[in-house]
């Protein structure tokens, strides 16, 4: 080999391995830029490695990438401070903003769990955005392929047959004036227009979840917009304070404009579910 031919060799070696660590170090990327700017503008993001506001649990290598489970935790800000919104972003999927959650003061807490699918192997950010304007930012790298091309894990008959039917429940007894966890189950194919039924070999076309509204006693607790980032079956576990008996109550619109809805009366200290 020549020299010429052997520097460009080792040459070409260096730039793909710094890309791959570009990648894997976070470095901006084009997507993450248009992204950003896309959801807070030109405010800038804190990397916030110490986990002081915003904290996300991912696994650095996904089970299953058509299901792979986010947490995302938030801490209580001093000075009356509270986190009014948080982003889920999957840089490297075909739509990259996951989800946008919004949280009422009743919420108590601004904290999510969910399950997600993983196109390729990507970043995966939570921003949280506070009531004085700054945005911070936890991530994870995760190793994961294919997930918002895998086919459905149910016939697609049967999974139309329970279309829009929901579970609410608590996971402990409801205290008043405390964050009481719930969790909303959603039977949803969340079809992502990418994925190929097995038997008829056509793309299935896109139908998912894009709007849950959960109130309490008729005052909001959570909103999020959501695509088919989010997995078949959508389950939310979220935060809110109950302060006396009232309707803990679900709403859903589809990408098809079909509404589905769901409550369960809640009494503190009384578990509830439905």
């Keep these: 080999m020549s020299i010429s031919r052997r520097l460009a060799f080792l040459l070409a070696g260096f730039l793909w391995v710094a890309g791959v660590q570009a990648a894997e170090d976070g470095s901006d990327t084009a997507i993450w830029g248009k992204v950003k700017t896309l959801l807070v503008g030109d405010r800038p993001v804190i990397d916030d490695t110490a986990g002081s506001v915003i904290e996300l649990e991912a696994p650095v290598r996904a089970e299953d990438a058509a299901v792979v489970p986010l947490a995302v935790r938030t801490k209580q800000q001093p000075g009356g401070v509270h986190i009014s919104k948080v982003h889920l972003v999957i840089d490297e999927n075909p739509s990259p903003i996951g989800g946008t959650f919004t949280f009422s003061p009743i919420a108590g807490r601004a904290d999510i769990e969910t399950r997600v699918r993983i196109e390729a192997y990507s970043w995966v950010r939570a921003l949280a955005e506070t009531s004085d304007g700054k945005v911070y930012m936890a991530r994870r790298y995760v190793k994961a392929s294919g997930g918002c091309s895998a086919p459905a894990g149910k016939d697609q008959e049967e999974a139309?047959?329970?279309?829009?039917?929901?579970?609410?429940?608590?996971?402990?007894?409801?205290?008043?004036?405390?964050?009481?966890?719930?969790?909303?189950?959603?039977?949803?194919?969340?079809?992502?227009?990418?994925?190929?039924?097995?038997?008829?070999?056509?793309?299935?076309?896109?139908?998912?979840?894009?709007?849950?509204?959960?109130?309490?006693?008729?005052?909001?607790?959570?909103?999020?917009?959501?695509?088919?980032?989010?997995?078949?079956?959508?389950?939310?576990?979220?935060?809110?304070?109950?302060?006396?008996?009232?309707?803990?109550?679900?709403?859903?619109?589809?990408?098809?404009?079909?509404?589905?809805?769901?409550?369960?009366?809640?009494?503190?200290?009384?578990?509830?579910?439905?």
């Design 160 to 274: 139309m047959a329970r279309l829009g039917k929901m579970k609410l429940k608590l996971d402990d007894d409801a205290v008043a004036g405390q964050p009481s966890a719930a969790q909303l189950m959603i039977s949803h194919p969340n079809s992502s227009g990418l994925a190929m039924d097995q038997l008829t070999r056509l793309y299935v076309p896109p139908h998912f979840v894009r709007r849950v509204e959960v109130s309490y006693a008729g005052e909001p607790v959570m909103t999020a917009d959501v695509d088919f980032s989010i997995s078949e079956n959508p389950n939310f576990r979220f935060w809110f304070v109950p302060k006396g008996e009232g309707e803990l109550k679900a709403v859903i619109v589809d990408s098809k404009d079909l509404k589905f809805e769901s409550a369960v009366a809640i009494r503190p200290g009384m578990k509830g579910g439905s």
